[in-house]
């Protein structure tokens, strides 16, 4: 069975630019969550998306959106992309919409670079 | 709120033992878990801890103490490959929410 997918892996923008990310969680994984990480720091968290329902936001600037398909997979947008937006953005799924005892696995990532 | 603290680094030896501590302050107990991480990759689940223990996956075994909110994760028979980031995480709400912490470089030396 194929883990969490994420495209595309690498991406360079420019300041002011929007960015896409998307991410197919693991077959029958009705809930999906979406990271920050810069490097040298743990993953923030952003986003957790449940059943196509937003359930958690993390503490980020409205440029930061998301939303999750009847599919189940979801995609990231970032508008007026800043320097300080370059990172490693993983996404995670996990069965249920409780962590608790609900395994959380990670895509690989995708790493943005602005420029 | 909800605080993680993990040493930032440590080393050791190939074929020794190491154990990485994670302290935390929640309001609200979900259970912990620890994830390995290594540079340029996704993080990995290693272990999930809601009761007090230890428990043991092979070489590596994670324990938990929920009122002195301490868990400590010991790798055994340590191997280059051990060598990463690892990171202690606390779910938050109930959902798809974790709470990490700035994670432990563990580098392992010949």
């Known amino acids: 069975d194929a883990g969490v997918t994420q495209s595309p892996t690498h991406l360079i923008k420019t300041r002011g630019q929007q960015v896409t990310l998307r991410c197919s969680p693991i077959s029958g994984h009705k809930s999906v969550s979406w990271y920050q990480q810069v490097l040298g720091q743990g993953p923030q968290f952003i986003f957790q998306y449940y059943e196509k329902e937003e359930r958690g936001r993390g503490n980020f600037p409205d440029r930061f959106s998301a939303r999750q398909f009847p599919n189940y997979s979801s995609e990231l947008n970032v508008n007026a992309l800043l320097l300080g937006d370059s990172a490693l953005y993983l996404c995670?799924?996990?069965?249920?919409?409780?962590?608790?005892?609900?395994?959380?696995?990670f895509g690989e990532g995708s790493w943005l670079t602005v420029v | 709120g909800q605080n993680i603290d993990q040493p930032t680094e440590m080393t050791a030896t190939e074929g020794a033992i190491v154990q990485i501590n994670c302290t935390y302050q929640?309001?609200?107990?979900?259970?912990l878990f620890w994830y390995q991480q290594h540079a340029g990759e996704a993080p990995t689940f290693l272990s999930y801890n809601v009761l007090d223990g230890l428990e043991e996956k092979g070489r590596f075994s994670s324990f938990l103490s929920r009122s002195k909110g301490y868990s400590y994760l010991l790798l055994k028979e340590l191997q280059m490959k051990d060598s990463a980031s690892y990171l202690c995480?606390?779910?938050?709400?109930?959902?798809?929410?974790?709470?990490f912490g700035a994670g432990t470089r563990l580098a392992v030396h010949p």
């Open positions: 995670a799924s996990s069965l249920g919409d409780h962590s608790s005892g609900n395994t959380i696995y």
């Open positions: 995480a606390l779910p938050i709400g109930g959902y798809n929410k974790l709470i």
């Open positions: 929640t309001s609200g107990f979900n259970g």
